[in-house]
């Protein structure tokens, strides 16, 4: 069994049950003691469970309405962003105008755009950072005022600035989903960024994982189908699973990204 499938059963077992024990995962998977701890350190690094004296606890799920900073962010559920991410950009065309918003997942698609002819509008530094070593890209950067933790400009300059451009398609992510009142944000400074956002581009791709399906944030901004259609990663559990098939009956395009079957390369 592979490193990556070990992380998945791993964490499934530590969230159902709250916690598991080396020993006992390690006699379930088939590996020895050792490598459970491996993958465990991995897994805490990575900021996907706590480790524990001969095993691992959950993590409590994190609140929805806390605007977290970047790193927390970034290290959540990293496989599925990576999935996302990876089904994401082969939609991103030569000569296209793109925007990405701040979210970790746009952040993560950042390091998967080739380079190539090029005109990326955003709001995340991150991006910023990540695109200046692509001279074929343009990246105009909206400006605003500088938010350290969520490492992205908010403000009136950033929204005039969205304003002002003529983007082909929008690549962003939200806090919630929820299935009947829509997509929502911990605050209204991110909500009304997004909407600028979504106002300035011709088609809307939204990137999430499925942890914010069936999850309510404290702004709702927009309703569902106000993107051309999602991306998600593969749904393994019933609760993803159904939430998918309500989304298609109500005529949204979903598209399925599947994990890699090993560990996601990092930048």
Known sequence: MIALQRHRKILNRVIDEGSARVSVLARELGVTEETIRRDLRTLSEQGMLARTHGGAVAL????????????????????????????????IKPGQVIALDPSSTACQLARLIPDIPLTVVTNSLVVCTTLSAHPQIQVICTGGTLDPEAMAFFGLHTQRALESLNVERLFFSCRGLDLDRGLSEANDRHAAVKLSMIGSAHRSTLLADTSKLGLASTVFYASVDVA????????????????????????????????????????
């Open 60 to 91: 409590e799920r994190q609140d929805v309405h806390l605007d977290l900073p970047y790193d927390q962010r970034h290290a959540t559920n990293p496989f599925q962003k990576e999935a996302i991410s990876r089904a994401a950009v082969r939609l």
């Open 228 to 267: 051309e259609h999602i991306i998600v990663n593969r749904p393994e559990d019933k609760p993803g699973i159904d939430a998918v098939e309500r989304l298609r009956k109500r005529g949204v395009r979903v598209d399925e990204a599947d994990l890699i079957q090993d560990q996601p390369k990092r930048a």
